[in-house]
């Protein structure tokens, strides 16, 4: 006969047991860190060596990358934001910046992600170089399905963009009906519509990818359409 004192040791290991696997299946799992794409500049900000994939996020090759300057592959706002820290680094009042920018990819797309400037200095402390780092989002990649829009097409009306753009800042239905005289129907129709042409589920979606289009500014409050966009 098994005594008590067996079985209750028995069934306090099961418990344990159980205990120990439901713990390691609940345990979240280590986040992989986003891959940084490189590039080498020169103080111009001309691109001198361009790692393949760092080109590739941009649509491009690295033969094609190198020689131009990162402005051409950033977003239309990009010089108000990036150039105050370029400033800084030049200047030698910093050694590195981190700072959000939306980078225009191949196939028309955009993508949003996070800039990081390194400066390179010889012995004297002077500027000779700027290494750049682009992570982008991992939602910034789009769906094979959605259709490519070219980032300077042409969507929205002048109505469409305004209220975008109060979207964008936050403003409610009621808001944007008392500042733009529409009905709350009238703004309704109005998000429908961009909702259905940028294929987005939502406002917060709308904001976003008009955002990883590069179709709002970047670094301004509150954003503004850019009139590329307009009609």
């Not at 800042?169 to 709350?184: F, H, I, M, P």
């Amino acid at each position: 006969m098994i005594s008590d004192h067996h079985t209750g040791e028995s069934a306090a290991k099961r418990r344990a047991a159980a205990s120990r696997r439901q713990s390691a299946e609940t345990r979240p799992h280590p986040v992989a860190p986003r891959r940084a794409y490189t590039a080498h500049m020169d103080p111009a900000m001309h691109i001198l060596a361009a790692e393949p994939d760092f080109a590739r996020q941009f649509g491009r090759t690295s033969a094609e990358t190198c020689g131009r300057s990162l402005y051409d592959l950033l977003h239309p706002s990009s010089p108000t934001v990036l150039g105050r820290h370029f400033s800084r680094l030049s200047e030698g009042r910093c050694n590195r910046f981190a700072e959000r920018v939306v980078g225009l990819g191949g196939a028309g797309r955009a993508f949003s992600g996070e800039l990081t400037g390194i400066a390179v200095q010889n012995t004297s402390g002077n500027l000779v170089g700027i290494v750049v780092q682009v992570r982008p989002d991992e939602a910034a990649a789009p769906a094979a399905e959605d259709a490519a829009v070219k980032p300077k097409e042409k969507l929205l009306s002048s109505l469409d963009a305004q209220v975008l753009e109060g979207v964008a800042s936050g403003a409610s239905t009621v808001q944007l009906a008392a500042r733009l005289y529409l009905s709350r129907q009238g703004v309704e129709y109005h998000v429908g519509l961009m909702l259905r042409k940028l294929r987005a589920p939502n406002r917060a979606a709308l904001v976003a990818r008009a955002h990883s289009m590069g179709m709002l500014t970047v670094g301004q409050w509150p954003p503004r359409v850019l009139p590329e966009f307009i009609k």
